[in-house]
Nanobody
């Protein structure tokens, strides 16, 4: 599975962005999907996960209520809608695919290249 993330950019605090992650192949619906982020000097952090059909989503407290993950299995694409962005959301955002629904980056086998989100104050 190849993943291509896009949609990052420079925004102001309080603004929104929508990230997309397009995948190759016809097996997208067999993978649980997740979004992670990594800020400079920090470890990679889980920000959102979605199950195979999209029936369940899960988030850490740091983004709950502001970020929404969704997927379109017909388009082989997963999205991350990010609202009310804060400067601390600044990071490179990665999409990833896993055989398991997990918050643990080690459970994800396939990763996109990352897209940079910068939130100015």
């Amino acid at each position: 599975v190849q993943l291509q993330a896009s949609g990052g950019g420079l925004v102001q605090a309080g603004d929104y962005l929508r990230l997309s992650c397009a995948t190759s192949g016809r097996t997208f619906s067999r993978y649980h999907m997740g979004w992670f982020r990594q800020a400079p000097g920090k470890e990679r952090e889980f920000v959102a996960g979605i199950t195979l059909s999209g029936s369940s989503t899960y988030y850490p407290d740091s983004v709950k209520g502001r970020f929404t993950i969704s997927r379109d299995n017909g388009k082989n694409t997963v999205y991350l809608q990010m609202n009310s962005l804060k400067p601390e959301d600044t990071a490179v955002y990665y999409c990833a695919a896993s055989w398991l629904a997990s918050r643990n980056s080690g459970q994800y086998s396939y990763w996109g290249q990352g897209t940079l989100v910068t939130v100015s104050s």
